[in-house]
């Protein structure tokens, strides 16, 4: 790849989609708040940090041991504002002016945590965020895919009160924490949640497609409608599946590095993100965890850039549809249109 389109990459704004407010704890913040709270890990160092996640990421199932010995520093209001504005710090670091961040309320309503504190710190923290950094904040609320149908329905009634406070645009459907992913896929269970948030006026999203292979793919578009996939990569083996995606203009939120790490591909030259985009279905970049994958927005896309030989245009139009089809609307598009003008 060129110079020219490595500095594009890197200069021009980008928004994200796909992204855990919880998977994005950097290792500063983590010893920080771990000595604010109390808590104790099995590192005492940035570099220890690092090398946990690194050695104990390596599938869908470890990860989730991971996600809890991290998030276990998550203890009230403060520590929810600290998280959003590094997390805008970092983003405005990859000159990304826009993030959609997954909040997994049920799993610290679990560990005791008041959600209305950590509500008031994605407020406070939120407009802190786009004061210092200039990144704007829009928040998807988690609905835990093991939990009951009567509880998924009232945490869906439950968001809705919050979004007095904080921009909570949609509902995402997601990762269970009781267990491995294939005992805890119960899209027809959750089927009457996913309709009220759509009544609600929610946009809809969930994980499928990346363990699991097409056929979870398929069972969440026949019970949650969803307006957007995050993941689903692995739809790319079945043609019909492909052809309806592209048919119905679901967007797939697609995390490359997280792939490869647990082990769907060899590569990112055996990602299906090419092929997906040439079938005409609409596809974003994001970085998923990056505090645990160890990447960055601007990694993501370069490698995918190097590894399908994307030219400057399939480059921008990547980046233009995590605007185009965000959840905030089409508005901030025009930073990178503007942008594109003047360089």
Known sequence: MDTELTRLIQDMPKGENHVHLEGSISPELLLSLGEKNGVTFPFDSEEGANRYIRENT????????????????????????????????????????YREAIINFAVHEHRGIDPREIVRGLASGRRE?????????????????????????????????????IPLVAIGWALGLKGKEEDNFRAPEHREAFRLAGELGFYRTAHCGEVQGPESVWEV????EPDRIDHGVRGSEDPALV?????????LAVCPSTNVLFGLYPDFASHPV???MDQGVRVSVSTVDPAYILTGLSH????????????????????????????????????????????
Do not use: P
């Not at 605007?323 to 003008?341: I, N, P, T, V």
């Open 58 to 97: 390596r599938s869908l199932d470890t990860f989730i041991n991971v996600f809890n010995v991290v998030n276990s520093v998550m203890c009230g209001q403060e520590d929810f504002h600290q998280l959003v504005v590094d997390f805008a710090r970092e983003g405005a670091r990859e000159n990304i002016v």
């Open 129 to 165: 965020a786009l004061e210092k950094y200039g990144v704007d904040l829009c928040f998807i609320g988690e609905l835990d895919r093991s939990v009951d149908r009567y509880w998924a329905e009232d945490f869906v009634r439950r968001m809705d009160q919050y979004r007095k406070e």
């Open 221 to 224: 578009l026949e019970n949650l």
């Open 243 to 251: 052809a309806e995606l592209a048919r119905r203009g679901t967007l």
């Open 274 to 276: 090419q092929y997906l």
């Open 300 to 343: 993501e896309l370069t490698q995918v850039a190097l590894a399908h030989d994307l030219s400057r245009e399939e480059v921008i139009e990547l980046v233009r549809k995590s605007f185009r089809y965000s959840f905030a609307g089409k508005h901030h598009q025009e930073k990178l249109e503007d942008w594109l003008k003047q360089n």
